[in-house]
Protein backbone atom coordinates (compact mmCIF):
# COMPACT_ATOMS: atom_id res chain seq x y z
CA UNK A 1 0.00 0.00 0.00
CA UNK A 2 0.99 3.75 -1.14
CA UNK A 3 2.15 5.71 2.14
CA UNK A 4 0.17 9.01 2.54
CA UNK A 5 2.75 10.63 4.12
CA UNK A 6 5.31 9.57 1.64
CA UNK A 7 3.25 11.84 -0.81
CA UNK A 8 3.08 14.56 1.21
CA UNK A 9 6.77 14.74 1.40
CA UNK A 10 8.72 17.65 -0.34
CA UNK A 11 11.83 17.10 -1.81
CA UNK A 12 15.10 19.02 -0.99
CA UNK A 13 16.70 18.05 -4.22
CA UNK A 14 15.35 16.27 -7.42
CA UNK A 15 12.16 14.96 -7.74
CA UNK A 16 9.62 14.58 -5.04
CA UNK A 17 7.97 11.29 -4.37
CA UNK A 18 4.36 12.50 -5.46
CA UNK A 19 6.28 13.46 -8.66
CA UNK A 20 8.13 9.95 -9.47
CA UNK A 21 4.25 8.38 -8.19
CA UNK A 22 2.50 9.98 -10.70
CA UNK A 23 4.93 8.95 -13.38
CA UNK A 24 4.86 5.55 -12.34
CA UNK A 25 0.80 6.03 -12.81
CA UNK A 26 1.16 7.63 -16.19
CA UNK A 27 3.63 4.08 -16.77
CA UNK A 28 0.86 2.20 -16.16
CA UNK A 29 -1.98 4.14 -17.97
CA UNK A 30 -3.49 4.45 -14.92
CA UNK A 31 -5.80 7.26 -14.08
CA UNK A 32 -4.82 10.08 -12.47
CA UNK A 33 -7.83 11.62 -10.69
CA UNK A 34 -7.74 9.06 -7.50
CA UNK A 35 -4.36 11.05 -6.68
CA UNK A 36 -5.40 14.13 -7.36
CA UNK A 37 -8.77 13.71 -5.18
CA UNK A 38 -7.13 12.10 -2.31
CA UNK A 39 -4.39 14.71 -2.15
CA UNK A 40 -7.28 17.17 -1.94
CA UNK A 41 -9.07 15.14 0.81
CA UNK A 42 -6.16 14.87 2.43
CA UNK A 43 -5.37 18.57 2.89
CA UNK A 44 -8.50 18.82 4.41
CA UNK A 45 -8.19 16.40 6.52
CA UNK A 46 -5.45 17.86 8.09
CA UNK A 47 -7.13 21.02 8.02
CA UNK A 48 -10.05 19.81 10.09
CA UNK A 49 -7.30 17.55 12.44
CA UNK A 50 -5.60 21.27 13.05
CA UNK A 51 -9.23 22.96 14.00
CA UNK A 52 -10.13 19.60 16.31
CA UNK A 53 -6.85 20.29 17.94
CA UNK A 54 -7.45 24.48 18.23
CA UNK A 55 -10.60 23.65 19.56
CA UNK A 56 -10.02 20.93 22.41
CA UNK A 57 -7.20 23.54 23.66
CA UNK A 58 -9.85 26.19 23.68
CA UNK A 59 -12.55 23.79 25.81
CA UNK A 60 -9.64 22.62 27.61
CA UNK A 61 -8.35 26.49 28.73
CA UNK A 62 -12.12 26.93 29.32
CA UNK A 63 -12.44 23.93 31.54
CA UNK A 64 -9.99 24.93 33.59
CA UNK A 65 -11.08 28.45 34.36
CA UNK A 66 -14.71 26.90 35.20
CA UNK A 67 -12.91 25.10 38.04
CA UNK A 68 -10.95 27.94 39.18
CA UNK A 69 -14.57 30.24 39.57
CA UNK A 70 -15.94 27.19 41.31
CA UNK A 71 -13.23 27.17 43.59
CA UNK A 72 -13.53 30.61 44.25
CA UNK A 73 -17.02 30.82 44.47
CA UNK A 74 -17.90 32.38 41.22
CA UNK A 75 -20.89 31.73 38.71
CA UNK A 76 -19.27 29.81 36.60
CA UNK A 77 -22.22 29.37 33.73
CA UNK A 78 -21.81 31.16 30.84
CA UNK A 79 -18.32 29.92 30.75
CA UNK A 80 -19.59 26.38 30.94
CA UNK A 81 -21.90 26.98 28.30
CA UNK A 82 -19.40 28.45 25.87
CA UNK A 83 -17.10 25.19 26.69
CA UNK A 84 -20.13 22.92 26.19
CA UNK A 85 -20.86 24.23 22.73
CA UNK A 86 -16.92 24.07 21.84
CA UNK A 87 -17.19 19.96 23.31
CA UNK A 88 -20.01 19.70 20.16
CA UNK A 89 -17.68 21.26 18.15
CA UNK A 90 -14.99 19.22 19.02
CA UNK A 91 -16.80 15.88 18.33
CA UNK A 92 -18.39 17.27 15.14
CA UNK A 93 -14.81 18.13 13.52
CA UNK A 94 -13.68 14.75 15.27
CA UNK A 95 -16.40 12.80 13.51
CA UNK A 96 -15.38 14.67 10.47
CA UNK A 97 -11.79 13.88 10.40
CA UNK A 98 -12.62 9.98 10.70
CA UNK A 99 -15.26 9.97 8.42
CA UNK A 100 -12.01 12.03 5.95
CA UNK A 101 -9.54 9.49 7.58
CA UNK A 102 -11.99 6.60 6.33
CA UNK A 103 -11.96 8.21 2.46
CA UNK A 104 -8.48 8.51 2.07
CA UNK A 105 -7.89 4.89 3.07
CA UNK A 106 -10.27 3.67 0.86
CA UNK A 107 -9.10 5.62 -1.56
CA UNK A 108 -5.03 5.00 -1.00
CA UNK A 109 -5.99 0.81 -0.93
CA UNK A 110 -7.09 1.14 -4.77
CA UNK A 111 -4.05 2.66 -5.53
CA UNK A 112 -1.30 0.29 -7.26
CA UNK A 113 2.75 -0.32 -6.34
CA UNK A 114 5.10 2.52 -7.59
CA UNK A 115 6.94 0.60 -9.85
CA UNK A 116 10.98 0.53 -10.33
CA UNK A 117 12.75 2.31 -12.21
CA UNK A 118 13.79 -1.12 -14.43
CA UNK A 119 10.13 -1.57 -15.96
CA UNK A 120 9.79 -0.34 -19.38
CA UNK A 121 7.47 2.03 -21.01
CA UNK A 122 4.21 0.11 -22.68
CA UNK A 123 0.34 -0.39 -22.52
CA UNK A 124 0.45 -3.94 -23.09
CA UNK A 125 2.14 -7.48 -23.21
CA UNK A 126 2.93 -6.76 -26.75
CA UNK A 127 5.53 -4.22 -25.36
CA UNK A 128 7.40 -6.39 -22.83
CA UNK A 129 10.92 -6.85 -22.82
CA UNK A 130 12.78 -10.31 -24.01
CA UNK A 131 15.83 -10.74 -21.43
CA UNK A 132 16.78 -14.29 -22.54
CA UNK A 133 15.73 -17.62 -24.44
CA UNK A 134 16.76 -20.51 -23.43
CA UNK A 135 16.20 -23.55 -25.74
CA UNK A 136 15.34 -24.18 -29.27
CA UNK A 137 11.26 -24.01 -29.79
CA UNK A 138 10.38 -28.01 -30.27
CA UNK A 139 9.65 -28.98 -34.37
CA UNK A 140 8.52 -32.18 -35.31
CA UNK A 141 8.90 -33.95 -39.01
CA UNK A 142 5.10 -34.63 -37.78
CA UNK A 143 1.72 -32.31 -36.88
CA UNK A 144 2.05 -31.54 -33.77
CA UNK A 145 -1.27 -31.99 -31.71
CA UNK A 146 -2.18 -29.74 -28.91
CA UNK A 147 -2.53 -31.27 -25.04
CA UNK A 148 -6.25 -31.43 -25.79
CA UNK A 149 -6.57 -34.09 -28.56
CA UNK A 150 -3.27 -35.88 -26.72
CA UNK A 151 -5.07 -35.85 -23.84
CA UNK A 152 -8.42 -37.23 -24.81
CA UNK A 153 -7.03 -39.63 -27.74
CA UNK A 154 -4.51 -41.79 -24.88
CA UNK A 155 -7.51 -41.15 -22.12
CA UNK A 156 -5.93 -39.48 -19.50
CA UNK A 157 -8.08 -36.03 -19.77
CA UNK A 158 -11.92 -35.98 -19.71
CA UNK A 159 -13.15 -32.46 -20.43
CA UNK A 160 -16.62 -33.60 -21.40
CA UNK A 161 -17.42 -35.55 -18.00
CA UNK A 162 -16.01 -32.86 -16.05
CA UNK A 163 -18.78 -30.22 -17.92
CA UNK A 164 -21.24 -32.44 -16.68
CA UNK A 165 -20.21 -32.95 -13.54
CA UNK A 166 -19.22 -28.97 -12.67
CA UNK A 167 -19.48 -26.91 -16.05
CA UNK A 168 -16.80 -25.20 -17.96
CA UNK A 169 -13.15 -24.65 -17.45
CA UNK A 170 -13.39 -28.31 -15.13
CA UNK A 171 -11.09 -31.43 -16.18
CA UNK A 172 -10.81 -34.85 -14.76
CA UNK A 173 -7.23 -35.85 -15.22
CA UNK A 174 -7.33 -40.05 -15.22
CA UNK A 175 -4.71 -42.88 -14.90
CA UNK A 176 -1.09 -41.48 -15.88
CA UNK A 177 -2.54 -37.92 -16.79
CA UNK A 178 -3.31 -37.69 -13.08
CA UNK A 179 0.02 -39.60 -12.15
CA UNK A 180 2.09 -37.21 -14.21
CA UNK A 181 0.59 -34.17 -12.58
CA UNK A 182 1.14 -35.68 -8.79
CA UNK A 183 4.85 -36.14 -10.37
CA UNK A 184 5.21 -32.57 -11.47
CA UNK A 185 4.21 -31.42 -8.23
CA UNK A 186 6.49 -33.91 -6.10
CA UNK A 187 9.60 -32.81 -8.57
CA UNK A 188 9.10 -29.29 -8.11
CA UNK A 189 8.53 -28.95 -4.14
CA UNK A 190 11.50 -31.74 -4.15
CA UNK A 191 13.68 -29.06 -6.33
CA UNK A 192 12.79 -26.09 -4.57
CA UNK A 193 13.12 -27.46 -0.82
CA UNK A 194 16.26 -29.89 -1.30
CA UNK A 195 18.24 -27.34 -4.03
CA UNK A 196 16.86 -24.06 -3.09
CA UNK A 197 16.03 -23.89 0.31
CA UNK A 198 12.64 -22.91 0.68
CA UNK A 199 10.79 -24.67 3.66
CA UNK A 200 7.67 -27.09 2.39
CA UNK A 201 4.36 -25.59 3.33
CA UNK A 202 0.18 -26.49 2.55
CA UNK A 203 -1.39 -23.47 3.37
CA UNK A 204 -5.16 -23.33 4.01
CA UNK A 205 -7.35 -23.07 0.46
CA UNK A 206 -9.87 -21.08 2.44
CA UNK A 207 -8.78 -17.51 3.64
CA UNK A 208 -10.45 -14.34 5.00
CA UNK A 209 -11.09 -10.76 3.47
CA UNK A 210 -7.87 -9.56 5.50
CA UNK A 211 -6.09 -12.07 3.79
CA UNK A 212 -7.43 -11.26 0.65
CA UNK A 213 -6.48 -7.13 1.21
CA UNK A 214 -3.28 -8.20 2.63
CA UNK A 215 -1.84 -9.43 -0.79
CA UNK A 216 -3.64 -6.12 -2.44
CA UNK A 217 -6.39 -8.43 -4.17
CA UNK A 218 -8.95 -6.69 -2.48
CA UNK A 219 -10.84 -4.25 -2.59
CA UNK A 220 -10.09 -4.50 -6.64
CA UNK A 221 -10.68 -8.25 -7.46
CA UNK A 222 -13.08 -9.34 -5.45
CA UNK A 223 -14.87 -10.21 -8.63
CA UNK A 224 -12.02 -12.72 -9.32
CA UNK A 225 -12.52 -15.33 -6.67
CA UNK A 226 -15.24 -17.71 -5.46
CA UNK A 227 -16.86 -16.59 -2.09
CA UNK A 228 -18.16 -18.94 -0.09
CA UNK A 229 -21.83 -17.30 0.56
CA UNK A 230 -22.54 -16.31 4.66
CA UNK A 231 -19.37 -16.19 5.79
CA UNK A 232 -15.63 -13.84 5.48
CA UNK A 233 -14.25 -16.95 3.48
CA UNK A 234 -13.34 -16.95 0.25
CA UNK A 235 -11.59 -20.11 -1.76
CA UNK A 236 -7.43 -18.64 -2.39
CA UNK A 237 -6.93 -17.68 -6.01
CA UNK A 238 -3.29 -18.68 -5.29
CA UNK A 239 -1.33 -19.99 -2.35
CA UNK A 240 0.43 -16.55 -2.46
CA UNK A 241 -2.13 -15.11 -0.34
CA UNK A 242 -2.37 -17.64 2.48
CA UNK A 243 1.82 -17.39 2.77
CA UNK A 244 2.26 -13.75 2.56
CA UNK A 245 -0.48 -13.48 5.39
CA UNK A 246 1.62 -16.49 7.14
CA UNK A 247 3.70 -13.70 8.97
CA UNK A 248 0.40 -10.57 9.03
CA UNK A 249 0.67 -8.18 12.27
CA UNK A 250 3.94 -9.62 13.51
CA UNK A 251 7.89 -8.49 13.52
CA UNK A 252 10.37 -10.47 12.74
CA UNK A 253 14.27 -10.71 13.31
CA UNK A 254 16.64 -9.17 11.18
CA UNK A 255 18.82 -11.98 11.32
CA UNK A 256 15.76 -14.22 10.53
CA UNK A 257 15.40 -12.67 7.09
CA UNK A 258 15.09 -14.17 4.38
CA UNK A 259 12.38 -16.34 5.24
CA UNK A 260 11.87 -18.53 2.03
CA UNK A 261 8.41 -21.20 1.51
CA UNK A 262 7.25 -23.16 -1.41
CA UNK A 263 3.45 -23.57 -1.09
CA UNK A 264 1.61 -26.27 -2.94
CA UNK A 265 -2.27 -25.79 -3.31
CA UNK A 266 -4.85 -25.86 -5.77
CA UNK A 267 -6.16 -22.26 -6.91
CA UNK A 268 -9.42 -21.62 -7.85
CA UNK A 269 -10.20 -18.18 -9.86
CA UNK A 270 -13.88 -17.39 -10.97
CA UNK A 271 -12.08 -15.46 -14.68
CA UNK A 272 -14.52 -13.02 -14.24
CA UNK A 273 -12.31 -10.93 -16.65
CA UNK A 274 -11.47 -13.00 -18.69
CA UNK A 275 -14.53 -13.79 -20.49
CA UNK A 276 -14.07 -15.71 -24.39
CA UNK A 277 -10.36 -16.82 -23.84
CA UNK A 278 -8.98 -20.17 -23.30
CA UNK A 279 -12.01 -21.69 -22.77
CA UNK A 280 -10.36 -25.11 -24.04
CA UNK A 281 -8.40 -27.17 -22.10
CA UNK A 282 -6.35 -26.48 -19.40
CA UNK A 283 -4.73 -22.97 -20.25
CA UNK A 284 -7.36 -21.13 -18.12
CA UNK A 285 -9.47 -23.46 -15.64
CA UNK A 286 -10.99 -22.29 -12.51
CA UNK A 287 -9.11 -24.72 -10.71
CA UNK A 288 -5.51 -26.20 -10.81
CA UNK A 289 -2.44 -27.10 -9.39
CA UNK A 290 0.78 -24.66 -8.44
CA UNK A 291 3.64 -24.54 -6.75
CA UNK A 292 4.42 -21.13 -5.08
CA UNK A 293 7.47 -19.65 -3.86
CA UNK A 294 7.03 -17.02 -1.41
CA UNK A 295 10.15 -15.26 0.55
CA UNK A 296 10.27 -12.64 2.84
CA UNK A 297 13.54 -10.61 2.15
CA UNK A 298 15.29 -7.42 4.10
CA UNK A 299 15.16 -4.98 1.99
CA UNK A 300 18.81 -4.50 1.05
CA UNK A 301 18.22 -7.99 -0.64
CA UNK A 302 15.31 -8.12 -2.29
CA UNK A 303 16.26 -7.38 -5.77
CA UNK A 304 19.28 -9.63 -5.42
CA UNK A 305 16.67 -12.53 -4.55
CA UNK A 306 14.27 -11.45 -6.57
CA UNK A 307 16.47 -12.72 -9.50
CA UNK A 308 17.74 -15.84 -7.37
CA UNK A 309 13.76 -16.87 -7.29
CA UNK A 310 12.89 -16.11 -10.80
CA UNK A 311 16.19 -18.46 -11.37
CA UNK A 312 14.79 -21.40 -9.29
CA UNK A 313 11.00 -21.22 -11.35
CA UNK A 314 13.54 -21.60 -14.53
CA UNK A 315 15.56 -24.09 -13.44
CA UNK A 316 12.39 -26.65 -12.92
CA UNK A 317 12.14 -25.14 -16.50
CA UNK A 318 15.63 -26.48 -17.92
CA UNK A 319 15.44 -29.92 -15.83
CA UNK A 320 12.02 -30.67 -17.64
CA UNK A 321 13.90 -30.07 -21.09
CA UNK A 322 11.41 -27.07 -22.27
CA UNK A 323 12.15 -24.59 -24.07
CA UNK A 324 11.42 -20.96 -22.74
CA UNK A 325 11.85 -16.92 -22.29
CA UNK A 326 12.27 -14.74 -19.27
CA UNK A 327 10.00 -11.25 -20.19
CA UNK A 328 10.39 -8.39 -18.16
CA UNK A 329 7.00 -6.86 -18.05
CA UNK A 330 5.97 -3.31 -18.96
CA UNK A 331 3.98 -0.32 -17.31
CA UNK A 332 0.85 -1.68 -19.16
CA UNK A 333 1.57 -5.29 -18.33
CA UNK A 334 2.48 -5.67 -15.05
CA UNK A 335 0.46 -6.77 -11.95
CA UNK A 336 -1.58 -4.47 -9.61
CA UNK A 337 0.85 -4.52 -6.70
CA UNK A 338 3.98 -5.50 -8.32
CA UNK A 339 7.08 -3.04 -8.40
CA UNK A 340 9.00 -5.44 -10.80
CA UNK A 341 8.30 -8.27 -12.53
CA UNK A 342 9.20 -11.53 -14.94
CA UNK A 343 7.12 -13.63 -16.58
CA UNK A 344 8.37 -16.69 -17.69
CA UNK A 345 7.10 -17.90 -21.43
CA UNK A 346 7.35 -21.92 -21.87
CA UNK A 347 7.20 -22.63 -25.84
CA UNK A 348 3.87 -24.90 -26.62
CA UNK A 349 4.19 -26.90 -29.87
CA UNK A 350 0.31 -27.00 -30.19
CA UNK A 351 -0.49 -23.72 -29.80
CA UNK A 352 2.92 -22.93 -31.74
CA UNK A 353 3.48 -20.21 -29.10
CA UNK A 354 4.91 -19.18 -25.83
CA UNK A 355 2.35 -19.25 -23.03
CA UNK A 356 2.99 -17.57 -19.61
CA UNK A 357 3.80 -20.33 -16.64
CA UNK A 358 5.02 -18.04 -14.33
CA UNK A 359 4.71 -14.84 -13.05
CA UNK A 360 7.43 -13.78 -10.76
CA UNK A 361 6.89 -10.35 -8.60
CA UNK A 362 9.11 -8.06 -5.94
CA UNK A 363 6.79 -5.90 -4.11
CA UNK A 364 8.85 -3.97 -2.46
CA UNK A 365 7.20 -3.25 1.12
CA UNK A 366 3.49 -2.57 -0.87
CA UNK A 367 1.66 -5.60 0.72
CA UNK A 368 3.78 -5.51 3.78
CA UNK A 369 2.50 -2.34 4.47
CA UNK A 370 -1.04 -3.77 3.86
CA UNK A 371 -0.50 -6.66 5.93
CA UNK A 372 1.79 -5.00 8.86
CA UNK A 373 5.07 -7.00 8.48
CA UNK A 374 8.12 -6.06 10.08
CA UNK A 375 11.65 -6.76 10.89
CA UNK A 376 13.38 -4.71 14.00
CA UNK A 377 16.53 -3.25 12.44
CA UNK A 378 19.66 -3.31 14.05
CA UNK A 379 18.94 0.13 15.20
CA UNK A 380 15.68 -1.25 16.91
CA UNK A 381 13.37 0.48 14.76
CA UNK A 382 10.78 -1.64 13.10
CA UNK A 383 10.97 -1.44 9.07
CA UNK A 384 8.48 -3.18 6.85
CA UNK A 385 10.12 -6.29 5.19
CA UNK A 386 9.97 -6.78 1.16
CA UNK A 387 8.22 -9.76 -0.08
CA UNK A 388 8.67 -11.81 -3.76
CA UNK A 389 6.57 -14.42 -4.98
CA UNK A 390 6.35 -16.42 -8.27
CA UNK A 391 5.07 -19.59 -9.44
CA UNK A 392 7.38 -22.65 -9.36
CA UNK A 393 5.82 -23.26 -11.50
CA UNK A 394 2.01 -23.26 -12.50
CA UNK A 395 1.60 -27.48 -13.05
CA UNK A 396 -1.61 -27.56 -15.16
CA UNK A 397 0.30 -25.84 -17.90
CA UNK A 398 3.46 -27.73 -17.37
CA UNK A 399 1.76 -30.60 -17.99
CA UNK A 400 0.40 -29.31 -20.69
CA UNK A 401 4.15 -28.32 -22.40
CA UNK A 402 5.56 -31.80 -20.98
CA UNK A 403 2.41 -33.24 -23.36
CA UNK A 404 2.97 -31.28 -26.37
CA UNK A 405 7.04 -31.04 -26.46
CA UNK A 406 7.03 -34.63 -25.70
CA UNK A 407 4.46 -36.17 -28.09
CA UNK A 408 5.41 -38.96 -30.46
CA UNK A 409 3.77 -39.26 -33.97
CA UNK A 410 2.05 -41.64 -32.80
CA UNK A 411 0.67 -39.71 -30.23
CA UNK A 412 2.17 -41.26 -27.38
CA UNK A 413 3.99 -39.05 -24.59
CA UNK A 414 7.86 -39.84 -23.89
CA UNK A 415 8.36 -38.91 -19.65
CA UNK A 416 10.72 -36.58 -19.37
CA UNK A 417 13.73 -38.09 -17.28
CA UNK A 418 13.48 -36.24 -14.17
CA UNK A 419 9.97 -37.53 -13.87
CA UNK A 420 10.24 -40.81 -14.39
CA UNK A 421 11.34 -41.97 -10.98
CA UNK A 422 7.27 -40.47 -10.04
CA UNK A 423 5.90 -42.28 -12.24
CA UNK A 424 7.14 -45.86 -10.95
CA UNK A 425 10.13 -45.88 -13.74
CA UNK A 426 8.09 -45.36 -16.26
CA UNK A 427 9.53 -43.99 -19.40
CA UNK A 428 6.66 -43.44 -21.71
CA UNK A 429 2.83 -42.78 -21.30
CA UNK A 430 0.35 -44.94 -24.33
CA UNK A 431 -3.36 -45.20 -24.32
Known amino acids: MIDIKMLERKAETGPSYYDEYKASLIKRGADLKP????????????????????????????????????????????????????????????LRTKEMDEKVHAIMATFPNKLHADVPKGESSAQNVEVKKVGEAKKFSFKAMDHIALGEKLGILDFERAGK??????TFLKGAGARL?????????????????????????????????????????VDDVFHLSDTDYYLISTAEIPVTNYYREETLKEEDLPKKFCAFSPSFRSEAGAAGRDTRGLIRQHQFHKVELMVFAHPSQSYELHEALTGHAEKCLSELGLAYKRMLLCGGDIGFGSAKCYDLEV???????????????????????????????????????HTLNGSGLAVGRTLIAVLENYQREDGSIEIPSVLRKYMGGATEIRG
Not at 165 to 170: E, I, L, S, Y
Request: glycine letters at 6%.
Open 181 to 221: ERALIQFFMDIHSEQHGYTEMIPPYIVNSASYFGTGQFPKF
Open 35 to 94: LEEVMELNTLRKKAITESETVRAQHNKLAQTVGQMKREGKDATAIMAEASALGETFKSLE
Open 165 to 170: VTGARF
Open 347 to 385: WLPGAGEYREISSCSNFEDFQARRANIRFKSATGKPQFV
